[in-house]
């Protein structure tokens, strides 16, 4: 029986267990170690943000469902990889520190194949005041997790009845929703969470006494890490930009683009822009998304010696069959994207979702005069990790039942992705930005103009959006938990 | 409008902008059932070319 161990259990995580263990079934022994009890629906994130749902909503405990699976499940935070083993050691293992029970143990789990499927540290602490370390300051809110967005609906709620208390010439409560750092991430989740919040403010008949802003470090409106794309809609194919715009406009909120937010202060978030000018932004409340970064995971070879950087770029994600040549915008290929997300030194190690280090932005990387950095990088969550997981579990159950076939490859470069942003919940009144896109890297020898396939790359808002995504939030639970004919739900 | 609001022209003030009757489409149920169905579709379609 083969041993494989899985770190992390998001979704790229828990959806290779899941394969692998029914594909395999008793050939292999499935562990995973993860430092959380409960797993996390995030997509829904932003409603618990706004009140609409709760905690227990998007979360169950993982314990059970993999007691009832036949998967290990090992509570842990992974520390250190020996992919060679060491000298107690014959076959390779990793180290992690128990954070379930009992707390603070060391654990130590030897594996065959490792998918490292960690997802990202929240690094708070690269923006001053923003955090310290992977922990959310006291300045502003986060609907990166459950726990945030539970604390960000209860700021939420206290300036919502504050509001109610404004008289009509009162100054307007500001808030403040975007990206906390020139080179974050998941501009995305940001930007359902302002159009829920604005959503929710009119609900609450109090809209007209708040200013929404948005702030990024997207170049325009509606890059979302991506480029910027051209979608099919309403019988145009126009940019996300003017799509985006076009919903900000309507629901009258303000935006500031080209970004990078340095400094945040009681009710202040000071900022960079490419222009090289300093600003600064007053909010009641904010709710900025960090920037992410890999978890601190060491690797050591057989004697011992750190080779970390042979593993891990510099930013902490792994590295994996990507072309990670430094080169310029230019020569950017979608062909420096990786296939088969297998680490490059050790052919029973991969990466995937957000732990495989992407070889360069998808968006053009953009200087302000001052030399800093402000681009977003490039999103891999979401269904892309599940599509990528699939792949991966593919390729180890081959490898435990000794078929010699070729790795299975799942680039983003050949990948269509389905984004349904929502912009209100609710049953009757409730809507979500629908956004396909074909691939998720452009690829540009193929599509030249605008690098994607333009009748499969659309956009829509509307009910039918929310529908879907409210339908997602329970097939999506419903698979995770590994019930009935749960395979037959596309990742 | 905010104090933050573009005054006079900018490019802003000119961007595109549904008109009642698209606002309206978008909640009204049996158009937004239709729309259900086809973004199911086609969903399945652009997320199946990449599987293929």
């Known amino acids: 029986m083969k041993r494989v161990l899985i770190l992390g259990a998001g979704v790229s995580g828990h959806t290779a267990a899941s394969y692998i263990k029914k594909w395999a079934g008793r050939k292999a022994e499935v562990i995973v170690m993860t430092p959380n009890s409960k797993w996390n629906w995030i997509p829904s994130n932003i409603w618990v943000g706004v009140d609409m749902m709760t905690t227990d909503d998007v979360t169950f405990d993982l314990a059970p469902v993999y007691e009832k699976a036949g998967i290990t499940f090992v509570q842990a935070l992974a520390q250190e990889v020996f992919p060679e083993g060491s000298a107690d050691h014959e076959k390779p293992f990793v180290r992690g520190m128990r954070t379930g029970d009992p707390t603070g143990e060391m654990v130590e789990v030897e594996y065959d194949y490792l998918i490292n499927a960690t997802g990202p540290k929240l690094n708070f602490g690269a923006t001053e005041g923003l955090g310290n370390g992977s922990e959310l300051g006291s300045h502003t809110v986060s609907v990166c997790t459950a726990a945030h967005a539970e604390h960000a609906a209860k700021e939420l709620k206290t300036q919502i009845e504050k509001a109610k208390q404004m008289n009509a010439a009162d100054e307007k409560l500001r808030v403040l929703i975007g990206t906390g750092n020139a080179t974050c991430t998941c501009q995305g989740a940001a930007w359902e969470y302002i159009n829920n919040v604005d959503f929710v403010l009119r609900e609450a008949g109090v809209r007209d006494r708040f200013d929404l802003t948005w702030i990024s470090n997207e170049q325009v409106l509606g890059d979302f890490g991506m480029g910027t794309v051209a979608l099919k809609s309403s019988g145009h194919y126009v940019s996300s930009k003017t799509f985006a715009e076009s919903l900000f406009v309507e629901k009258d909120i303000n935006w500031i683009t080209q970004a990078g937010v340095n400094k945040i202060e009681e009710g202040v978030a000071h900022y960079e822009t490419l222009a090289g000018e300093f600003g600064q932004e007053k909010f009641d409340f904010a709710m900025l998304i960090p920037p992410f970064s890999g978890v601190p995971l060491k690797a050591y070879d057989k004697s011992g010696a750190d080779i970390s950087d042979d593993i891990f770029a510099k930013n902490g994600f792994m590295k994996v069959d990507a072309d990670y040549t430094q080169k310029s915008y230019e020569e950017w290929s979608s062909d420096d994207w990786p296939k088969t997300y297998q680490s490059p030194k050790y052919d029973n190690m991969w990466a995937i979702g957000i732990a495989f280090a992407p070889p360069h932005f998808i968006s053009k990387p953009m200087h302000s005069p001052n030399g800093t950095l402000i681009a977003p990088a490039p999103p891999r969550t979401g269904q892309p990790s599940g599509t990528m997981a699939h792949a991966v579990a593919k390729t180890v159950v081959d490898r435990i039942k000794g078929r010699k076939s070729p790795a299975h490859e799942a680039p983003m470069s050949r990948m269509g992705a389905a984004c349904v942003a929502s912009t209100g919940k609710s049953l009757l009144k409730g809507s979500a930005a629908t956004i396909c896109v074909y691939p998720v890297v452009p690829d540009f020898k193929e599509y030249p103009q605008t690098g994607r396939d333009e009748n499969l790359t659309f956009g829509e808002i509307g009910l039918a959006g929310h529908w879907l995504k409210h339908l997602l939030h329970y097939l999506f639970i419903y698979k995770a938990k590994m019930k009935a004919f749960w395979s037959f739900i596309p990742d | ?52």
Do not use: A, W, Y
């Not at chain 2, 009642?20 to 169905?37: C, H």
């Open chain 2, 1 to 52: 409008m905010s104090q933050q609001k573009p005054t006079g022209f900018d490019e802003r003030n000119f961007v595109p902008r549904p008109t009642r009757f698209t606002v309206f489409l978008r909640n009204f149920l049996p158009f937004q059932i239709v729309r259900f169905l086809i973004l199911n579709i086609k969903i399945l379609r652009t997320v199946g070319v990449g599987k293929k």
